[in-house]
């Protein structure tokens, strides 16, 4: 089966853990590539379409807190199969219309090559809008969280910078976090997988209060992304 240089096959949805699909285009920002983006954190945001009211309004959101996904080393890129001077236009209106320069670059997809690498157009689809779909792509360039929401749904940025610091915070320090974690919060140890680590989680007297061997929250302050 062909491959790209990614090493996934056209037609194949990526998934979590696995090379995220090389792509290369025209942006708002000039040429670019997802090897750009090697060494950092990325997220790459699809939207249906340009020039509607929930894109509209998740651009401007995610342009006003570009910042603070910068500051914890991850970029934004945007994507909708629109071209490339539709995407001009659009930020133009945005900023216009809603007084926000956005600066996160939009990606030209008129062949629907990226779109369709990513899955983002459903084979059995009557229209062309992509999904409204977020990728969390890690520094070594591989997948590690897809969202998708309803065409009608707006996503959250702020669930978005969640969802980046409980990656980076597993990332460094190999444990999970529990549901509802927020940066700062305790994390969760991996649990033993042998019966001979067993006994490092027990006390003489059994376990200790709130702990199982399976359930080991780790004190917050020993990971950083």
């Known amino acids: ?11 194949f949805w990526p998934r979590i853990g696995e090379p995220a699909p090389a792509f ?12 750009d983006f090697r060494g950092g954190w990325l997220f790459l945001l699809s939207h249906p379409a340009d020039f509607t009211p929930v894109c509209t309004s998740e651009l401007a959101a995610f342009g006003r807190r570009q910042e603070a996904f910068r500051s914890r080393g991850c970029a934004l890129l945007a994507l909708s199969i629109d071209s490339l001077y539709a995407h001009l236009a659009w930020l133009q209106s945005i900023e216009r219309t809603l007084g926000v320069r956005v600066a996160v670059p939009l990606l030209e997809d008129v062949s629907m090559a990226v779109a369709r690498r990513y899955g983002m157009i ?49 990332r460094a320090s190999g444990c999970g976090t529990p549901a509802d974690w927020q940066p700062g919060g305790p994390l969760l140890e991996p649990p033993p997988t042998t019966r001979g680590e067993l006994p490092r989680v027990e006390t003489e007297g059994g376990e200790a209060p709130g702990r199982a061997w399976y359930y080991r929250p780790r004190p917050p302050g020993d990971a950083a992304g």
């Open 24 to 35: 290369e285009g025209r942006s708002t920002d000039g040429p670019v590539r997802l090897a």
């Open 122 to 170: 459903h084979p059995a689809a009557t229209s062309t809008a992509t999904i409204r779909a977020s990728y969390l792509i890690d520094p070594d360039g591989l997948v590690q969280a897809i969202t998708w929401y309803p065409l009608q749904i707006g996503r959250s940025v702020e669930e978005h910078l969640r969802l980046l610091e409980a990656a980076r915070a597993a």
């Open 1 to 11: 089966m062909e491959q790209d240089e990614s090493g996934a096959a056209p037609g």
